[in-house]
């Protein structure tokens, strides 16, 4: 990524990240009840589900200006980069950019985090109040 474009992917893992947290906190009043929705006050909740529904409005366009991005770069600057996001590679570049990949440690970080989630909305989250 240029620099722009990786301030870009920042803002997207941290939107993304914030969507995440701030679920677990709040309720769509119909169904679903975040694992960490009864553990917190109403004024938590009402933050909560006010920065969820911002969060998912900021977070659909940066998503629209990132597929705008790239079809710009496919098309206009003829950058292959729907293929370099699959492989790893750029085909036309001329410098020697990362000669290595770390899909190991990608894997094993992947793993790592998936395991956190799991324990925090599973296994550890308070108990649940029964709504219905």
Same mark, same amino acid.
């Given at each position: *990524?240029? #620099?722009?474009?990786?301030?870009? +992917? =920042? =803002?997207?893992?941290? %939107? @993304? ?6 679920? %677990? ?9 975040? #694992?960490?929705? #009864? /553990? ?10 006010? %920065?969820?529904?911002?969060?998912? $409005? ?12 790239? =079809?710009?770069? $496919? ?17 036309? +570049?001329?410098?020697?950019?990362? /000669?290595? *990949?770390? /899909?190991?440690?990608? @894997? @094993? ?5 998936? /395991?956190?989630?799991?324990? %925090? +909305?599973?296994?550890?989250? #308070? ?6």
């Amino acid at each position: *990524h240029n #620099p722009m474009g990786g301030l870009a +992917v =920042v =803002v997207l893992i941290l %939107l @993304l990240l914030m969507q995440a947290i701030t679920g %677990l906190f709040m309720t769509d009043d119909i169904f679903f009840y975040g #694992p960490y929705y #009864p /553990s917190v006050n109403d004024e938590v909740q009402k933050l909560m589900s006010n %920065l969820h529904h911002t969060t998912f $409005e900021v977070l659909l366009w940066f998503i629209g200006i990132h597929i705008v991005t790239i =079809v710009f770069y $496919e098309f206009y600057k003829k950058q292959r980069l729907i293929s370099a996001m699959f492989t790893g590679r750029k085909h036309n +570049v001329t410098d020697s950019g990362i /000669s290595d *990949h770390h /899909s190991l440690k990608a @894997l @094993l970080i992947m793993g790592i985090a998936s /395991s956190l989630v799991y324990c %925090l +909305v599973v296994v550890f989250a #308070p108990e649940t109040i029964d709504y219905f």
